[in-house]
């Protein structure tokens, strides 16, 4: 499964184009650039503080978030931009983010960087719903494992997510996740 199935199963995809005035197509395109570096860096604050992003998603609305870009009113993108506060560090990284997206999409990056905030809360919402439906059980590991498939530890403990981020089957998604950063870099 990629990361835009999730998202369009979720309704986040199409709420996402419907408020940015996308078609479906240059939704997931946007989505799918921008995901890889979205997802290294809920990974590396996972790393780097545990169960302590789990709080911190919390505190920014949790779940809630999804359910903002997914409801019929416009998304308020200020908690969006507070998560992509704590994944990123600092505005120049989420610029840099879009700009990257936009060579491989070829999306404008003005747009991308106002779908940036949006799908950060898409995910950060999933994430909350998933960590909550794996009954809080923290580490990267529980926290997006049950959201992506229940918390095994398959594909480098990573749960579901593993198999989702292991895009040539191998069983490991670390070799995968770097190819993604190595595209960013370019």
């Known amino acids: 499964m990629q990361i835009t199935d999730l998202l369009a199963r979720t309704g986040g995809l199409d709420a996402i184009a419907r408020e940015l005035g996308l078609?479906?197509?240059?939704?997931a395109s946007g989505a799918e650039a921008l995901a890889p570096a979205l997802l290294d860096g809920f990974r590396?604050?996972?790393?780097?503080?545990?169960g302590g992003?789990?709080?911190?998603?919390?505190?920014?609305?949790?779940?809630?978030?999804?359910?903002?870009?997914?409801s019929p009113k416009p998304t308020d993108v200020t908690a969006g931009d507070a998560v992509l506060g704590?994944?990123?560090?600092?505005?120049?990284?989420?610029?840099?983010v879009a700009q990257e997206a936009a060579a491989t999409?070829?999306?404008d990056p003005a747009l991308l960087k106002k779908m940036l905030p949006m799908l950060a809360m898409v995910v950060a919402g999933l994430m909350s719903k998933g960590n909550a439906a794996a009954g809080g059980s923290g580490g990267l590991g529980g926290m997006l494992g049950g959201l992506?498939?229940?918390g095994s530890q398959q594909a480098g403990g990573l749960g579901g997510l593993g198999g989702l981020l292991d895009a040539n089957g191998d069983g490991s998604a670390l070799d995968d996740l770097v190819r993604m950063?190595?595209?960013?870099?370019r």
């Open 23 to 27: 078609d479906p197509q240059q939704a």
């Open 44 to 50: 590396q604050q996972a790393q780097g503080q545990g």
């Open 53 to 70: 992003l789990m709080d911190i998603l919390g505190k920014l609305g949790g779940g809630d978030l999804l359910d903002q870009v997914v």
């Open 86 to 96: 704590q994944v990123f560090g600092s505005r120049e990284v989420s610029r840099n």
């Open 105 to 107: 999409s070829g999306l």
């Open 148 to 150: 992506f498939g229940g």
């Open 181 to 185: 950063a190595g595209r960013l870099g």
